[in-house]
């Protein structure tokens, strides 16, 4: 899994979007960030 940096409003959205579409656990495998860090992003 790769570490997420922080990253610009755009990734993060681009984030979101993909997990709407693949699901939230294989993107955030994928991106290798936190059920928390996702879930705050949507807030």
Do not use: C
Not at 13 to 40: C, D, M
């Amino acid at each position: 899994m790769a570490k997420y940096r922080k990253g610009t409003m755009e990734e993060k959205l681009s984030i979101l979007k993909e997990a709407e579409k693949l699901g939230v656990t294989p993107t955030i495998r994928k991106h290798g960030i936190f059920y928390a860090t996702f879930y705050n992003w949507k807030e």
